[in-house]
């Protein structure tokens, strides 16, 4: 299983191209560590396109930081030169994004029809007791975050259950607390 190693720091604030009110000067500039992984992916696609690139940066930003920050946003906007609603219309269509840290532990539970026809709430409220945190929360030492998330494609091998990217299927009460044992 991977941990998450998004961190906050050294991270992107103006590409280096962009128009700034500091004149460009590079020396005022963050490090832009993911720009040139951009630059190569802007490559690929015909000039004109660069909306385009708005889902691939996003997903890359928050694997890198763990989450897509106000200033991420900022920066595409500047970046791909696309309005910013419609950065801000991706980050809420797809579930997957988030916009705050969360823990080190992302366990999302389905609760679309299959698993909810096979206890996905009573495991929910399980997970809930368990951790001590409401859906959408964080444990106090931040471990855990508890989402509850729609059809995760698995519905053969309901109830399901995420944590970080690995697939948990079948589940149930007891092979959720082993599991989360062995979290640290
Ligand atoms: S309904 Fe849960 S994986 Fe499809």
């Known amino acids: 299983m991977k941990e998450k190693t998004g961190s906050d720091s050294n991270f992107l604030e103006a590409p280096q191209s962009a128009s700034r009110a500091d004149g460009g000067n590079r020396s005022l500039t963050p ?34 930081r763990g989450y897509v920050a106000d200033q991420d946003i900022d920066w595409l906007v500047e970046y791909l030169g696309v309005p910013r609603i419609q950065i801000e219309e991706v980050l809420s269509f797809y579930t997957q994004f988030r916009r ?37 929360e964080t444990t106090a030492d931040g471990r855990f975050t508890l989402s509850v998330v729609e059809c995760l494609g698995s519905c053969g091998t309901a109830p399901v259950v995420m944590i970080n990217d690995a697939y948990h299927e079948a589940m149930d009460a007891a092979k959720l607390d082993a599991l989360l044992e062995g979290l640290k």
């Open 31 to 64: 490090i832009f560590r993911l720009q040139p992984e951009f630059e190569a992916m802007k490559r690929r696609y015909p000039p004109g396109f660069e909306s385009s690139l708005t889902l691939p940066c996003l997903r890359r930003i928050q694997e890198v």
């Open 100 to 136: 705050a840290p969360i823990g080190r532990w992302h366990v999302q539970a389905c609760r679309n029809v299959s698993c909810s026809m096979r206890g996905a709430e009573r495991l929910i409220d399980h997970l809930s007791r368990k951790l001590g945190v409401k859906v959408g």
